[in-house]
């Protein structure tokens, strides 16, 4: 495939875009599992489409052998050396880095919900979509404002942290798999189709002992080091000789409200020792092979490899054999081959670019009568992909007799070739993504069975109805069935209505507050140099009220990316002022200060 050029705000990728990088010289899609997904292509300056080349723009490329196109956006592009340019760009998904989620907490929620929330309760709007097959109800927060694609995974508490797993990304829709790959019956084998092979063995991450600490941080700032009294867990299992030491943080797996004590300390640790493999090493292969499936000769080789299948490969020479999940592919797109895959068991390191997060917006009211609004997307929708194609092949399948048993409708000219398959025969009708083996996951079978990853409905009549979590389409109401939580909106009757009047009276009645920060010089500074006033000034619905306050109500905090240096700042302005200088000491990089009014006495806010 010839890669496409598309305007950076593009969302129709079935069009041509901006052009055909038809003069591109070379083009590769890495992709690892549960990580980097990166397009680097080689471009001439006197290419059709040289001036078009710009950062932010996307690509449109084929990354693997049986995934359907993928966009890249453009983040680098390199100096002319010999009259060509490198362009790097990363998968449509980095995009998630840069949207906010805001904060929120359950003490247990399915992933379907927790996921639908991260993606809903941002910052900034956006069209990414989500689904996840994890089921199990657990204990999820977005503790402080951060990017979704954090909360996706890469630090403590999030989805890959929480419930494991892998990633797929398909342009703007996130899957979470319990198991992306299959277990195939690939064999890549020395004097058959492998080419090259490097074994690596790496003990980076081996250890034979954890040292875990904890900070206690009290109200006047003093910051506490727990340890253990045996100060190191022992690594039952390790490989290792030569004693090596792990020293880890265990801070951030206490909770606001948790009390940090050695007990508990102790407990997480082990728990953390006997989930985390910490004393085996990892190994991993590199292997370059041949595709036979796109050999004349071996027309018959229906077999494929996708990032996370299980293949076996084996070296008589050298006497490996071994099974191994794929988790790193390198594929040329131009000639759609591989170019290199790599075998192992690599970390869940899912890669991102946190940027900081800016102020939350309020979120949009949510809409009504969004059922006949979903039915009528998803049929527009499917007469799109179905209506006016012209595209495709159609096989009939006979036996030796000439008895037809089987209709194709394939994405290529022979079985060999084809990718997208609908297969019908007297066991059903499927759709395989994987040629013509599958496996099949959109299905009708001659049993009564339907698999789907998605079904739109306008009526569903059913004795039974096995489901994680039934939800309406704007998630507003929800019947979570593993937990038992229950969540219902509804429109008002007459008397409740009458009820929200009464109680909107007697809000009216009470105060209202309402602070605001105003900057004695501007809210930009530049080269450095800083030197404001920072006032906070209350209101009651709208009269000023800051004079009744007291001083001591006033509690201001400062967030930026050093958070250890935002506890001691935070902790010298507890409270006691209702203005404050800031100064260049105050601010490194970036900065954002709020301003909290409270009840002395109970030492809550009032802000609501």
Known sequence: ?????????????????????????????????????????????????????????????????????????????????????????????????????????????????????????????????????????????????????????????????????????????????????????????????????????????????????AVSTAEDGTETVITLAEVLIPVVETTLVQRKTYIKDFSEYFDMEEPITEEALRAKANNYVEATPLGIGKPSITVAFEPLWKQPEYAAVLERVSLCDTVTVRHSVLGITAKAKVITTRYDTLAEKYISIELGSAKANLLQNVSSAQDAAEQAAAKVDRFPALMNTAIAEATGLITGQTGGYVVINTTDAGQPYELLILDAPSIAEAVNVWRWNVGGLGFSHNGYNGPYETAITADGQIVADFITSGTLVANIIKAGVLQSQDGSSYWDLETGEVVLRAYATTESVQEQSDRITEIEEKKMYRLVISSSNGNIFKNGYISTTLYATVYSWDENITDTLDDNQFVWTRVSEDTEADAVWNADHFGGSKSIEITSEDVHVRATFFCDLIDTTTRTSLLG
């Open 1 to 213: 495939m010839i890669p496409v050029l598309f305007k950076a705000n593009a969302t129709n990728f079935k069009t041509f875009g901006i052009g055909v990088l038809k003069d591109c010289i070379s083009c590769e899609v890495t992709e690892e599992r549960n990580g980097a997904f990166e397009c680097e292509f080689k471009y001439p300056t006197n290419g059709a489409l040289f001036k078009e080349l710009a950062t932010e723009r996307l690509v449109k490329a084929k990354p693997n052998d049986t995934a359907k196109d993928q966009m890249f956006r453009i983040y680098r592009i390199s100096t002319p050396i010999d009259g060509v340019v490198t362009v790097y760009a990363q998968h449509l998904s980095y995009d998630l880095s840069n949207i906010a989620a805001l904060q929120w907490s359950e003490e247990s929620i399915s992933p379907t919900l927790a996921m639908e929330r991260v993606f809903a309760n941002t910052a900034t709007p956006h069209g990414f979509t989500c689904q996840t097959d994890y089921s199990a109800a657990k204990p999820f927060a977005v503790s402080k404002p951060q990017s979704v694609r954090a909360c996706l995974g890469g630090v403590a508490g999030s989805f890959l942290d929480q419930w494991g797993g892998e990633f797929e990304w398909d342009n703007f829709h996130v899957i979470h798999h319990q198991g992306r790959g299959n277990h195939t019956g690939v064999v890549i084998e020395y004097g058959k189709n492998l080419t090259d092979m490097e074994h690596d063995d790496d003990n980076t991450d081996v250890f034979t002992d954890l040292l875990p600490y």
